[in-house]
Structure formats: C-alpha cells, structure tokens
C-alpha cells in the first residue's frame, strides 16, 4: 500500500475583507477562497496545479507552506499535520527572490547554513546543485549579473540544496519569456528525475501543467475546488521527443481548457454579479440618506 506524501484533507480557506460602502460605512465580509479541497500527492510524484485566475492557487501553496493555516480540514505531511513553515518544504516563487547583495554561490548556501552544516560541507553541496541546474561558473555572479533564467535556477539550486522533502513551485516561470520558459521546463524534469522530490507545480498555463505533471489537478473559479484530477499517461520523458506535439499531448491540453473555459465564464459571471449588488447597495443607500 502506498501512503501519501503529502495528504490535502478536506481543507476549507475563508478570508474576511473589509468593503467600503460608501458614507463612512465599512462592513467585513468572509470570502470563501477554497472548499472542500481534498487531494493526495504521493512520493516522488509531479503534480500539476491548474486554475483560472483568483481560484486560490497561491492561498492553497501558502497553506502547503505553513505561511497560513486552514479554516478548517487538514494537510499532512508524512502524516503530519503541516504546523508553521520548515525545511522539509522548499518554496520557489514566481519572483526570484534571491539575496542581491549575495553571489549565487552564497544565495545558494544560505538554507544549508540555516540548518547547520558546516562551511566546507555547504561549499560543496551548492557547488554540486549550480551543477545541477547548469550554471557552473556562474557562481561568483551576483542577481544582477545573471538573466531571468539563470536566477531562477539559482531559486531552485537553492531550494534544493537543504534537501527538502517536497518542493513547491508557484508558477516560478510565469515571469520568463517563451524560449527560456520551454528550456526550464525541460531542465525541471530532468532535475526531478535527478533528484526524485515530490513537486507541487502551480501555474495558470495548460501546456505547461500538460508537459510537467504526472498528474494535473484541476481548480474550478472562487471558491477554488478540485474540479478534476487528471492523469497524464507520458513516462520517461525524454527531451528529444516532442511531447507537445504527440495526439494525446493534444488531446488533454483540450480537455483541461475545455474544464476552464467554463470556469473563466464563471468568474466573470460571479464578478459582473457582485459588482452589480454593490452599485444597488450604494444606490439604496444614498435613498434613505
Ligand atoms: N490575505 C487575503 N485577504 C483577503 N482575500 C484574499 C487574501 N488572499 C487571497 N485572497 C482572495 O482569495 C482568492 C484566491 O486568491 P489567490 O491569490 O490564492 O488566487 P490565485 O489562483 O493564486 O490567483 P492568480 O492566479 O491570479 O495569482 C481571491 O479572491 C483573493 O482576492
């Protein structure tokens, strides 16, 4: 039997936001960001998040992190429950964040010394992950010095560096252009075969989460749901085969755009409507002034 990795029970997330009506009136309103989420990931496996803007992608890998904490339902880790943030989780964002004022070499050392390894033994462990994503060399460049790409492969040497058990990515390429984009992605698979970490992938890009994911979980609009999770049947992923071209390959980029197309419409509905009881709730109340 295989137990999961990482185990997403029944997790609902609301925030409560402050809405200005107008006449020095505020009121406070919860706003259900996720419900019911309900998904396992297992070891060493690569899944794939998908959904339409504002269904609270980043609100459930904040929760992944321990950055925030379920309303209500549970995440285990190992079996678990996921309590704050800690280093068995790597975290890479779509911003690099890396330390400016740091070389490559010492962004990259900077989670090994959080855990207490000794200098030599950091030298060499980042040395060996700026190898592993190809940037040997570029060490002893600062951020700046170095292109969108090769920062966020800094970002993700970095992240993987102390070893974490899971490695979340939130839509870490999103902010890169086409080219570079398609050689990262290549790159994060071989990495991923490399290395066998368990990955949380989110991204807004249906080819992407079709070409990366061994599975794709599909979000439905706010408040976001697992609308359906979709197994991709491509294994050994070889970088010469052009996947994006293959029938199937075709064939489920249609299927996930034809689950979001309707939650797009969906959102928009949503927004249209609630904008439209706002402008009737301002109105009623400028009559009874
Ligand atoms: N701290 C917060 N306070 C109030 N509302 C929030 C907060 N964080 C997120 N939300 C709301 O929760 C919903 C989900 O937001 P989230 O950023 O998780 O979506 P997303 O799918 O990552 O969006 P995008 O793809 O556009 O980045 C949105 O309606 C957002 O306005």
């Known amino acids: 039997?295989?137990?999961?990795?990482?185990?997403?029970?029944?997790?609902?997330k609301s925030f409560r936001?402050?809405?200005?009506?107008?006449?020095?009136?505020?009121?406070?309103?919860?706003?259900?960001?996720?419900?019911?989420?309900?998904l396992e990931v297992n070891q060493g496996e690569f899944m794939v998040i998908v959904g339409p803007s504002g269904c609270g992608k980043s609100t459930l890998l904040d929760l992944l992190a321990g950055l925030t904490k379920p309303s209500s339902g549970q995440i285990l880790l190992d079996g678990k429950a996921i309590a704050g943030p800690d280093l068995d989780r790597g975290i890479v964002f779509q911003q690099y964040a890396l330390f400016p004022w740091k070389t490559a070499l010492a962004n990259v050392?900077?989670?090994?010394?959080?855990?207490?390894?000794?200098?030599?033994?950091?030298?060499?462990a980042a040395l060996e992950y700026i190898q592993l994503v190809g940037l040997s060399?570029?060490?002893?460049?600062?951020?700046?010095?170095?292109?969108?790409?090769?920062?966020?492969?800094?970002?993700?040497?970095?992240?993987?560096?102390?070893?974490?058990?899971?490695?979340l990515m939130d839509e870490p390429f999103a902010a890169l252009d086409a080219q570079t984009r398609e050689t990262l992605q290549s790159e994060l698979l071989r990495i991923w075969e490399a290395t066998?970490?368990?990955?949380?992938?989110?991204?807004?890009?249906?080819?992407?989460?079709?070409?990366?994911?061994?599975?794709?979980?599909?979000?439905?609009?706010?408040?976001?749901?697992?609308?359906e999770v979709i197994e991709v049947p491509f294994q050994g992923?070889?970088?010469?085969?052009?996947?994006?071209?293959?029938?199937?390959?075709?064939?489920?980029?249609?299927?996930?755009?034809?689950?979001l197309k309707d939650e797009v419409q969906r959102a928009q509905e949503q927004e249209k409507s609630s904008s439209l009881h706002y402008e009737q709730h301002k109105l009623t109340n400028k009559g009874g002034a």
């Open 109 to 124: 050392e900077f989670g090994l010394e959080a855990k207490g390894i000794g200098k030599k033994e950091r030298r060499e």
């Open 1 to 12: 039997m295989t137990t999961a990795k990482i185990s997403i029970q029944h997790v609902h």
């Open 137 to 167: 060399g570029f060490e002893n460049r600062y951020p700046h010095e170095l292109s969108g790409g090769m920062k966020q492969r800094i970002a993700i040497a970095r992240s993987l560096a102390y070893d974490p058990e899971v490695l």
């Open 17 to 38: 936001i402050q809405r200005n009506l107008g006449h020095l009136q505020e009121s406070w309103q919860p706003v259900s960001a996720l419900q019911d989420i309900h």
């Open 237 to 259: 992923r070889s970088s010469e085969e052009d996947l994006r071209a293959h029938p199937e390959f075709v064939k489920l980029r249609h299927h996930i755009w034809d689950l």
């Open 196 to 227: 066998k970490k368990t990955i949380i992938f989110i991204t807004h890009g249906i080819e992407e989460a079709v070409y990366l994911g061994q599975r794709v979980a599909v979000m439905s609009s706010r408040p976001g749901r697992i609308k």
